[in-house]
């Protein structure tokens, strides 16, 4: 009952080996003095090392007997998941310096991680397929459509710019190795499965999201309706990010589902060609084991 995979044939994944922000100061409100804003991304950043240290753990335990072309894909998603915790920990670790208190915040998201290890390897492959997915919808977002970003700290915009087109690039990896580790399952069992998983992913998301959201406003003296409000309509209303993620996140459920049926490299494309040279493009980068 095996799937093949839709992936571009001609896709390549490689890593860009960037740093940002080093030796500067972030601004406690990053994003244009917006302190919904910068809850809002602060909340996802603060996820990111532990999170992705996870995925990549997800998805190499099930790269042994995979196709040369899946192996190579896994090799180069392990080494760009690993540049983006390095960046997220040194992002994080600067917005502690501004008096930010995350020791809660990522404590409540290595419980998480505990609680989905316990279960069997391909729970956690399923949880790191429904998060790949929602991390893409993300990184498509922002790259197109300028407002989300518009106004931010240029290195830390640069960051999340930077993260956005490497989530593209590898968004089908978890879910081609998922593929490969059901191939001896029945459509039907595979379906109910990564649906009852996304849905419980969904549900902790954006609860655990959210209370991170309040708890860094807190941080900030911003408390009660007003804020939650105010918190609200930055995520749905303007810009309206989360807004704009239900459709492609409700496509996950569709039959016949995977990352690529949208083909969405002219975002990279063009992230690529506005860094120009910037950054050094031809910098040797040592893969991850």
Do not use: C
């Amino acid at each position: 009952m095996a799937t093949a995979s839709i992936t571009p044939s001609d896709l390549t994944i490689s890593p860009r080996d960037r740093r940002f922000g080093r030796g500067e100061a972030t601004p406690r409100w990053w994003h244009g003095g917006n302190p919904y804003a910068t809850a809002f991304y602060n909340a996802l950043s603060i996820t990111f090392p532990k999170g992705e240290a996870f995925f990549v753990d997800s998805v190499r335990a099930f790269r042994e007997g995979t196709p040369p072309r899946l192996a190579e894909d896994i090799r180069n998603f392990v080494t760009q998941e690993a540049m983006h915790s390095r960046e997220h920990v040194a992002f994080n670790n600067r917005a502690a310096d501004t008096g930010y208190r995350i020791d809660h915040l990522e404590a409540v998201v290595q419980e998480r991680i505990d609680l989905v290890s316990e279960k069997p390897k391909i729970v956690s492959l399923a949880a790191t397929m429904a998060l790949e997915h929602f991390t893409a919808i993300l990184a498509h977002q922002l790259l197109a459509d300028p407002r989300h970003l518009e106004g931010a700290d240029e290195a830390t915009a640069e960051l999340w710019r930077w993260h956005a087109s490497e989530e593209i690039e590898h968004k089908g990896v978890a879910y081609d190795t998922w593929l490969h580790a059901t191939r001896d399952w029945s459509r039907w069992q595979r379906w109910k499965v990564k649906s009852l998983v996304m849905i419980d992913v969904t549900r902790n998301f954006l609860v655990h999201r959210w209370e991170g959201m309040l708890d860094l406003l807190r941080q900030d003296g911003l408390t009660g309706r007003k804020a939650k409000w105010a918190m609200l309509k930055y995520a749905f209303l303007s810009p309206g990010m989360v807004r704009q993620w239900f459709v492609p996140w409700a496509k996950y459920f569709f039959p016949g589902f995977h990352p690529w049926n949208e083909d969405d490299r002219h975002l990279i494309r063009d992230y690529d060609a506005s860094v120009g040279t910037r950054f050094d493009s031809r910098k040797k980068v040592r893969r991850a084991g």
